[in-house]
């Protein structure tokens, strides 16, 4: 699973050819969770209220990148990496 962004121990992956809507997974210790990208809504898993906060930010900051990505995940072609939360 390609890592885009890591911050405050929170891992931000993407899987190559994933099935739709168009998500990201996040981990952090234990918990890990996958989120579409448009809403932030979590499909599966669960993540701890300050993570998923910080997750949150994050995603409405980089959401165009996070876009191009999936569509590059699914043309199997690599993955650019995205800033981290600072």
């Given at each position: ?6 911050f ?79």
């Open positions: 699973m390609p890592e885009l962004s890591r405050f121990g929170i891992i931000i992956a993407m899987y190559y050819n994933d099935h739709a809507p168009p998500h990201f997974h996040a981990k952090y210790g234990d918990d890990q969770a996958s989120m579409r990208i448009d809403n932030g809504e979590i499909l599966d898993g669960a993540l701890g209220a300050r993570a998923r906060r910080l997750v949150e930010e994050w995603r409405i900051l980089h959401q165009s990148e996070l876009h191009e990505d999936w569509a590059r995940a699914q043309a199997r072609q690599p993955l650019n990496k995205i800033e981290p939360l600072e």
